[in-house]
């Protein structure tokens, strides 16, 4: 018990400067990419930054499985944390380590209560949106038969791959702009997909809820019902003249 509470301690004084943390990275991971002038030693200390918001996240993953009572199912439930913190360790591309800090960033806000879907929903579009533009942008900008070039063209190319529609003026040309491509329509399908089935669920809640009180004013009123009839009958029973001995 005491290693959830500190488990649970530990998850509650590390949201919002994980968070923080996050938009720090965003800020590190776009500077470069945004900027295409810039220095080395810009660059440089955009990839310290970066590296080190992806530890700051490894290091609460570290703790949290050091704080859970039961550190093999921990593991076992938190697999994609833990594919999170190994990935960029394998292979140090950038890329590696946005998408490992996106799911790591996810993974915790989900656990926060105050957070609620509509808002998750929202962070994830936009943080969609503006990784996937960025993404897209610094792996194209290069190719020599690309046609994303600059950033404007990359948040257009975002919106219409993430909703599906696709037109076709702008389209990723190399391998690596083609997996993001994939990633972005299916993460736009899935966000849809969450947010039609609350749209439903709210729908059916709201049914379901007048039903419960619809169902509730009928038993209030037949129960109203058979004291009027008791009464009633009690009262007829006072009126009967009382029979003579």
């Not at 488990?7 to 509650?12: A, K, M, N, S, V």
């Not at 290091?59 to 697999?79: A, I, Q």
Request: proline share 4%; net charge neutral.
């Amino acid at each position: 018990m005491k290693l959830q509470t500190a488990q649970g301690r530990w998850e509650q004084y590390t949201q919002r400067p994980l968070l923080a943390l996050a938009v720090a990275f965003a800020v590190a991971y776009a500077v470069p990419i945004v900027d295409h002038s810039a220095g080395h030693s810009l660059t440089s200390a955009c990839t310290v930054v970066e590296w080190v918001v992806w530890g700051a996240f490894a290091t609460d993953y570290l703790v949290r499985v050091g704080l859970s009572p039961r550190r093999k199912e921990f593991v076992r439930t938190h697999w994609i944390d833990l594919c999170a913190v190994v990935l960029p360790m394998l292979q140090p591309f950038r890329l590696l380590r946005m998408v490992s800090t996106l799911i790591l960033v996810g993974r915790r806000a989900r656990m926060a209560s105050q957070i609620q879907l509509t808002t998750y929903v929202a962070g994830a579009v936009i943080g969609l949106l503006m990784f996937g533009s960025l993404a897209v942008l610094s792996v194209e900008r290069d190719s020599p038969n690309g046609n994303i070039r600059t950033l404007g063209d990359a948040v257009w190319w975002s919106f219409t791959t993430m909703t599906t529609v696709g037109y076709g003026d702008h389209a990723p040309t190399t391998g690596l702009g083609r997996m993001i491509a994939v990633g972005l329509m299916l993460a736009g399908i899935a966000l849809l997909g969450v947010v039609t089935a609350n749209i439903a669920a709210w729908f059916i809640a709201r049914f379901e809820k007048d039903d419960v009180e619809e169902r509730r004013q009928t038993e209030a009123i037949e129960a109203l019902t058979e004291e009027v009839r008791a009464l009633r009958a009690e009262v007829a029973a006072l009126r009967e003249p009382s029979g003579t001995p």
